[in-house]
């Protein structure tokens, strides 16, 4: 009897849960599971490994960060369009076949940065240099193809924010991959075991790419949903192009740039891309200098110490409570739209930032409080809000522009063009300003300013790839101290307050405009209905 009633309820809960899964939605987001942790490993150690494990200059850093910052730039609408405007390679055309053929050379970038190739401070510059340029060139290419398929799944709000949710979901599993690579290597003194998580991590994103680029779908739902009259104008002006000698290249080149030229001037576009570039200004420095940040402000004060599990518990939560409160707000965001959630996160950060200037560096405790919900503001719905109103631009450049398909990688990539820069941007600014508190000669003197607390495990050092020899800690003066102390906390505090009002000064009249048009929509069809009834 027992036996059975279990059986019937394992059968109900299978068949319930499959019921209300969407599987074309689980195909495509299995691949964001990959992504998340990938991204996560090296938004969060890349820049640590290289400066306090390979022991690399910090100008050395700035200077790779200024000539990939080109680069990052200027790769994004190349990839965008060779794979909707064309380049003469099908499969390049074709967005599942991307992430199929290039998404396991992707996983295996991921791993240049972990492994060292010598000693030397020059060897370690030139190895950042080249990581960044093969890893970013894949990203941009499996990514933007990844993107495309997302907004292509359905033209419906409801369907993208259910893509956005597993999404959610899934970016949680994987960003607790975090807690056991920071807890098991000793924040990477035990660098070997560091090294096995991160193989293990690109061989788990390989395949989730496969399983995508396998299985996914290669219809666009806004070919079937928008039955508008395709003009064909660019393609009756490459016809007439040809026949008065130019080559197809060329046609294709003078394409690329009237769809660009349309796309960079639509005020939709405008404002999510620049509501997005301090958006990112601000995720990007929370991603890679939160490991930077703690060690200085409040580790050595005894909170949250440095071999700590409680450190390591920390970092879990910040990278991951933000996608909790998203799945929290939910019906709060169904109800009332994701862009006036986005704004009142915005809000939020502000009052945020504004309470922390008030208390002050003086108050431990709440400096981690102030922390852990600057992390959790910056992160939620950062990436799938930003992806449903690149969707709603899509949408709209298509049946403004009559297009015969949605130009989503093309746009996706411009996007990235203006906002690409902002994750080097970021780490530029602020090493910059931690200049100013001369961060790089003080930080290893942390632990000669008073009422600090010696780390528990302070008899075990970083690995240094970079010289045999080691070299004692500096001690700083009283003076010393507060310099390095006070840089860092307003760095921490007015850099996001900054980048939040920049966000709503961008996203509030996106909002305004969106609205007016939604009610011109609705006013024309009720105008509209009595004309039909009269001809019937």
Not at 371 to 385: K, M, Q
Request: hydrophobic share 50%; net charge neutral; charged share 15%.
């Amino acid at each position: 009897m027992v036996k059975r009633l279990l059986q019937s309820v394992l059968n109900w809960s299978r068949a319930n849960v499959m019921a209300r899964l969407h599987l074309p939605t689980l195909i495509i987001i299995i691949s964001n599971f990959g992504f998340t942790a990938m991204i996560s490993v090296y938004g969060v150690f890349y820049l640590n490994v290289f400066l306090n494990v390979y022991k690399m200059d910090a100008t050395h850093v700035t200077l790779v960060q200024t000539l990939f910052m080109v680069w990052n730039a200027i790769n994004d609408p190349i990839f965008g369009y060779i794979q909707d405007i064309g380049c003469g390679v099908k499969w390049l055309m074709n967005r599942r076949k991307v992430v199929l053929y290039m998404g396991p050379l992707f996983a295996l970038s991921f791993l240049l940065f972990w492994f060292p190739w010598g000693t030397g401070g020059l060897i370690a510059s030139v190895q950042l240099l080249i990581c960044l340029f093969v890893f970013d060139s894949l990203l941009t290419l499996v990514l933007s193809a990844y993107c495309g398929m997302m907004v292509e799944l359905s033209v419906r709000e409801k369907d993208r924010l259910r893509l956005v949710v597993y999404g959610e979901v899934l970016s949680l599993i994987a960003g607790s991959v975090i807690y056991p690579i920071d807890n098991l290597s000793k924040q990477q003194t035990d660098f070997g075991v560091f090294q096995i998580f991160t193989v293990v991590v690109a061989l788990v994103a390989a395949v989730c790419m496969l399983i995508t680029g396998l299985f996914a779908s290669d219809e666009a739902a806004q070919v079937k949903e928008f039955s508008v009259e395709i003009t064909e104008e660019l393609c009756a002006k490459q016809a007439k192009l040809s026949k008065e000698g130019h080559t197809i290249s060329e046609n294709k080149f003078r394409a690329a740039i009237q769809v660009s030229w349309q796309v960079i001037r639509e005020f939709e576009f405008i404002c999510v891309v620049s509501g997005l570039f301090f958006r990112s200004l601000r995720n990007v420095v929370n991603e890679q200098f939160l490991i930077i940040f703690i060690p200085i402000l409040l580790s050595p004060f005894g909170y949250l110490p440095l071999g700590s599990t409680e450190l390591s518990l920390y970092y879990v939560l910040a990278r991951s409570v933000g996608g909790v409160l998203f799945l929290v707000l939910w019906p709060v965001t169904k109800k009332f739209g994701p862009l006036n959630i986005n704004n009142a996160l915005a809000v939020l950060t502000i009052i945020n930032c504004t309470v922390a200037l008030i208390v002050g560096r003086g108050f431990l405790p709440y400096i981690a409080v102030f922390i852990l919900v600057e992390n959790t503001l910056s992160r939620c719905g950062f990436y799938g809000f930003y992806t449903v109103f690149v969707g709603e631009v899509i949408d709209n450049d298509m049946k403004r522009h009559q297009r015969k398909t949605p130009m989503s990688t093309v746009i996706f990539t411009l996007k990235a063009l203006f906002n690409k820069p902002a994750e080097q941007l970021g780490p530029i600014i602020i090493l910059s300003m931690l200049a100013w508190g001369d961060y790089q000669k003080k930080r290893d003197g942390i632990y000669s300013c008073p009422n600090t607390i010696p780390p528990v495990h302070n008899n075990e050092t970083f690995v240094d790839f970079t010289t045999t020899t080691t070299t004692p800690p500096p001690i700083l003066t009283a003076s010393d101290c507060d310099s390095l102390l006070t840089t860092m906390f307003y760095v921490a505090t007015i850099y996001p307050l900054l980048n939040a009002i920049l966000e709503l000064a961008f996203m509030v009249p996106y909002e305004i405009r969106r609205r007016r048009r939604m009610t011109e929509v609705a006013q024309t069809e009720v105008t509209e209905k009595p004309v039909v009834a009269l001809n019937v």
